[in-house]
């Protein structure tokens, strides 16, 4: 059974950064697309950036040039750096394979506000 942790969230003023993590266990980085998704109150959720097994990535124009996918096939591991963030940003962040498997994990809270 696959686990998808995320981490780094946290509190952020708008313009500041942060950096989110996920772990995966289980073999799906070396076959799957890798996506960021976000979930904020009262909205539906939406997918934020993907990146494929050979690192093509793309974004929602919402967040295109100001955050960056990466993933570490070797260590599990997708990335997403967040620059110049705005309170619009604020939301639980998750990551799951485009398209997604059923087994979420709980998510970090990135909450943007002055």
């Known amino acids: 059974q696959v686990q998808l942790v995320e981490s780094g969230g946290g509190l952020v003023q708008p313009g500041g950064s942060l950096r989110l993590s996920c772990a995966a266990s289980?073999?799906?980085?070396?076959?799957?697309?890798m996506g960021w998704y976000r979930q904020a109150p009262g909205n539906q959720r939406e997918l934020v950036a993907h990146?494929?097994?050979?690192?093509?990535?793309n974004y929602n124009d919402s967040v295109k040039g100001r955050f960056t996918i990466a993933r570490d096939n070797a260590k599990n591991t997708v990335y997403l750096q967040m620059n110049s963030l705005k309170p619009e940003d604020t939301a639980v962040y998750y990551c799951?394979?485009?398209?997604?498997?059923?087994?979420w994990g709980k998510g970090t809270l990135v909450t943007v506000s002055s």
């Open positions: 990146i494929t097994t050979r690192g093509t990535m």
């Open positions: 289980g073999s799906i980085f070396s076959r799957h697309t």
């Open positions: 799951n394979t485009v398209p997604v498997i059923p087994n």
